[in-house]
């Protein structure tokens, strides 16, 4: 096989290991370079919409993910308290969007990617580096441990810290602080019973959900300074949420104090000059990492993987195709994060009345924020046919999934 016909993809998350799956359908030779001694994630869940689900299509696992996942069906927004702001339609939603949104452990989604791909395509353990970006006469040049790899493409999707990033865009500012933090568990709660939800407090939010596999889902965030950390971070839930409604208090009952995982958020407020250079090709929070108040920051990247297989040889079709979007996406992002996390008391009342005045005109009003982000479709010539939605297909439609990364 000859070099152009040779991808490596330097990182193995979820965007990574997608566009892995994406290329080798394409007929390419892949190798994926993961710097961490495990393809397994740090514990979360993420929630996945009609737009990565038919983008999942594409290589032959949204089927199989719906059916591991849990469909997100009537859910809500409430206050505090626990007065409900605003009921969601999942039949609605469907009919807008045509399909579900679902809720799995990363780690399910994880494996079943890398169950896709031959043995020995991906590497644990292995740092890699960008030596060269190549161009139209020579092959990029990735640099490992074990010596040099080359490739006709190389795909940067290193994460949120990127080198690769760095290495094609020296200059570019990268990632700054959202102006918030997370925490997120997955744990049983013995006996919880619950509807879906989340709930926006005062630059505070809260949601909960179940898993298929029946543990319970939950996340936080909190506009905090950057780079805090409590000595236990349970007790500082306890202690920013505990008077919270049901089943919020059950949940930091059931929860260990080393069951909490709290991570700052961060995001590429300037957006790149191109998502490639040379043979060199940026996708997921390398390209554009953006806050999780839309849910959509492993969604994007899903979308990203398979329109890159798609372009794989024209790496300026796929920087028209993502950069536009992707920008959209991560500046209506921000823009979320600043409505529900408000800290201004008159600004919150004027917020949760216009939010269940448009609840009670008809879901349809308020799952317009979602046009042209859940109905996206993979590019022409890129999805095999599929049948139709089956009965019950669904999606949960207005809430924010802040744990989704």
């Known amino acids: ?28 030779r ?31 696992l949204g089927d199989e993910i719906r059916d591991l996942a849990a469909w997100q069906g009537d859910a809500g927004l409430r206050t505090p308290g626990g007065r409900w702001i605003s009921r969601s339609s999942a039949e609605a939603a469907a009919a807008r969007f045509g399909g579900p949104l679902v809720l799995l452990h990363r780690s399910t ?94 630059g505070r939010i809260w949601g909960t959900h179940p898993l298929k596999d029946g543990r319970v889902y939950a996340y936080a965030a909190a506009i905090t300074p950057a780079g805090g950390h ?55 929070d390398a390209a554009h990492a953006m806050p999780p108040t839309l849910g959509q920051g492993g969604n994007q990247a899903i979308e990203d993987a398979i329109v890159l297989a798609h372009h794989h040889d024209d790496l300026a079709a796929y920087t028209a195709a993502r950069l536009p979007r992707t920008t959209g996406v991560v500046r209506q992002a921000v823009r979320v994060a600043r409505l529900n996390l408000m ?33 996206w479709r993979p590019p022409m010539g890129a999805s095999p046919a599929r049948a139709k939605p089956r009965v019950g297909e669904a999606v949960c439609s207005q809430q924010t999934q802040v744990g989704e990364r």
């Open 343 to 375: 800290t201004n008391r008159a600004g919150i009342a004027v917020r949760d009345t216009a939010i269940a005045a448009l609840s009670k005109a008809g879901p349809a009003l308020f799952l317009r924020g979602f046009d042209g982000i859940a109905d």
């Open 109 to 202: 989604l994880i494996d079943r990617l890398a169950a896709q791909l031959p043995p020995d395509t991906v590497r644990t353990a292995a740092d890699a580096m960008l030596a060269d970006p190549g161009d139209s006469d020579r092959p990029a040049r990735v640099r490992t441990p074990d010596g040099e790899l080359e490739a006709g493409l190389v795909v940067g999707a290193d994460g949120i810290r990127s080198s690769v990033r760095g290495a094609l865009f020296p200059r570019h500012p990268g990632p700054v602080y959202s102006g918030f933090t997370t925490w997120r568990v997955v744990i049983p709660v013995p006996g919880a019973e619950f509807s879906s939800h989340e709930t926006w407090g005062r």
């Open 30 to 60: 892949v190798t994926v370079l993961e710097r961490a001694r495990s393809l397994q994630p740090i514990g979360a869940a993420i929630s996945l919409s009609p737009n990565a689900l038919h983008a999942l299509d594409v290589i032959g």
């Open 230 to 284: 409590a000595a236990d971070e349970k007790a500082e839930l306890l202690h920013r949420y505990g008077d919270w409604h049901d089943p919020i208090p059950a949940v930091l009952a059931a929860a260990r104090p080393e069951d909490v995982l709290r991570h700052d958020v961060h995001h590429i407020a300037e957006p790149l000059p191109a998502f490639h250079r040379g043979r060199v090709a940026l996708l997921g």
């Open 1 to 28: 096989m000859t070099r152009t016909r040779q991808a490596v993809v330097i990182g193995g998350g979820i965007g990574g290991l997608t566009a892995a799956v994406a290329l080798h359908r394409r007929g390419l």
